[in-house]
């Protein structure tokens, strides 16, 4: 079983047809609710489930919501900050460009 997207979903099931779509996706969501542990597990995670698929605009209704991110303020990085990063990097291409025999001395 695998999903796909929201609505979506694959199902190989012994003795039953290959399904697809809606009808696998159901049987997919309810598979994930009866195999968890706890009643009060099964009943939040079929509230939230049930709250994204029914409100939520996102295609991504079980695996989570992709957080927006805006940055308030420009970011800027200080010459010192730079002159860091450009060390960095020249000490891992250096490290990279060494054979075994000089790692292990």
Do not use: C, D
Request: aromatic residues 8%; without cysteine; hydrophobic residues 40%.
């Amino acid at each position: 079983m695998a999903t796909i997207g929201k609505s979506s979903a694959v199902a190989e099931i012994t003795y039953l047809p290959k399904l697809t779509g809606f009808p696998a996706w159901i049987i997919w969501v309810g598979l994930h609710i009866a195999t968890l542990l706890g009643n009060r597990n099964r009943f939040a995670t079929l509230i939230n489930l049930s709250s994204k698929y029914l409100f939520s605009g996102s295609h991504n209704a079980i695996v989570g919501e992709t957080p927006y991110v805006v940055s308030k303020h420009k970011q800027e990085i200080t010459p010192l900050e730079k002159q860091r990063a450009a060390r960095r990097i020249e000490a891992r291409k250096a490290a990279s460009q060494r054979t075994p025999r000089e790692t292990r001395a």
